[in-house]
């Protein structure tokens, strides 16, 4: 049965995304001044959320986090006015249908459990970065 999906594939590496907020963006978020514009790149991003239904985050574990690439991608992307703190001058994040985290470990998953990093993960990256205020449902 043909269901009609599209997929688009990002790599932030081979993007060439820029992982760390300018000074500029610092001082937007930082300071909640949303006259500053958001940068093009990140309007991108944010384009291609507003076109999805679901989000799916593929990669390896890092210090317990995920790869400092695609925390960056939260901390431009996820910016003020679109993300949080919403008001009437930004148009706000769509509230996707789903969203799915798959990440690769070098420790296995009973050992991440039994030290606690498991728990820590799952807090950070799906009830934070995916979780309730994005709305954004767990599957
Ligand atoms: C810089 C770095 C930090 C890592 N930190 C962790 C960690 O905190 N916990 C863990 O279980 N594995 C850690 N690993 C192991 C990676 O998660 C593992 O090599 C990766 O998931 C394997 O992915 P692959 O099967 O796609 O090659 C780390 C690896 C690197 C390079």
Redesign the pocket.
Known sequence: MDQHWSLEFLDLYEMGFQSDLSENEYEREGFAKTEIPISNDVLAEHKKIDHADCIVFIY?????DCPAKLKGWFDRVYSLGYAYGHNDNIQKMKTLKFGLVI?????PNEF?AEIG?AQSMQTIFLDDRLGKDLNIRKC
């Open positions: 390896p574990v890092w210090w317990s990440c690769t470990a070098g420790h991440l990093i």
